[in-house]
C-alpha cells in the first residue's frame, strides 16, 4: 500500500522559507515520478515542482521558478520543497504526489498521479 505523508508546513511572514517533507512508502518502482501540487481555497489545484527520477529532471511551474527547489533523498524515500522567498500568493494546501513517469508536457496534471498525500498548509502573511 502506498503512503505518502507530508510534513513542514507552517506560517511565515512574506519573504520567509520553509522546507516540505513527503515520506513516502510502499511504492516499489526503480523509476518514479514525484510531484508537489498545491490548491488555494476557491482554486484548482496546481503543479508546483515535479522530479522524475528516471531521467533525473525536475519541472517547476514559471510561478515557482528561482525561489523553489525540490529535491530527493532516494535511501530515505523522501521528497523535499524547499520553498525560499515566499509570497502571499504562495499560500496553500500543498500536496505531494507519486506516479509511474512524467514529462515536461504533463508533469503539473494532478490526474496523471495516482497516490496523494493528506497534503500540509502553507500561510504566508504580508
Known amino acids: 500500500q502506498v503512503q505518502l505523508v507530508e510534513s513542514g508546513g507552517g506560517s511565515v511572514q512574506a519573504g520567509g522559507s520553509l522546507r516540505l517533507s513527503c515520506a513516502a512508502s510502499g511504492y516499489t518502482y526503480s523509476s518514479y515520478c514525484m510531484g508537489w501540487f498545491r490548491q488555494a481555497p476557491g482554486k484548482e489545484r496546481e503543479g508546483v515542482a515535479a522530479i522524475y527520477t528516471g531521467a533525473r529532471i525536475t519541472y517547476y511551474a514559471d510561478s515557482v521558478k528561482g525561489r523553489f527547489t525540490i529535491s530527493q533523498d532516494k535511501p530515505k524515500k523522501t521528497l523535499y520543497l524547499q520553498m525560499n522567498s515566499l509570497k502571499p500568493e504562495d499560500t496553500a494546501m500543498y500536496y505531494c504526489?507519486?506516479?509511474?513517469?512524467?514529462?515536461?508536457?504533463?508533469?503539473?496534471?494532478?490526474?496523471?498521479?495516482?497516490?496523494w498525500g493528506q497534503g500540509t498548509q502553507v500561510t504566508v502573511s504580508s
Open positions: 504526489a507519486v506516479t509511474g513517469y512524467c514529462s515536461g508536457s504533463d508533469w503539473d496534471e494532478p490526474g496523471r498521479f495516482g497516490y
